[in-house]
């Protein structure tokens, strides 16, 4: 339990010092200016993808094995109902972070195409 909540904290404030790191750089802390972050600034983009994509527990990361190992200390524990709601609440912000990994991915379509296509 102790190492789930060392390893989410730290994920967490890297993802943090990513998203400040560029918006140092920019000025900025609207979303939608990340739009096409990878092609703008590919060394703060992927280490936040990452924290990101551990933070949401996908599998094979240790997250996911930090995550699974909560919810079956719950469940032993007949704690059905606070696992079940840990569970449904992990879709959720499993859907946002992976919209925020989009938005870092996606290329603006105002923005001029510099390759030759």
Known sequence: MITYMLFYISMNLKTFACIVLFGL?????NIWDYVGLY?????VTLPSALCLLFVMGILLL????????LFMCGWHACLYFFASIGLLMIDVYIYYYL??????????IN???YCNC
């Open 25 to 29: 750089h920019t000025r900025t802390d």
């Open 39 to 43: 092609m703008k600034d590919p060394f």
């Open 99 to 108: 919209k925020i990994i989009k938005i870092y991915y996606t290329r603006n």
């Open 62 to 69: 240790s997250g996911f094995l930090e995550k699974f190992y």
């Open 111 to 113: 923005e001029p195409n």
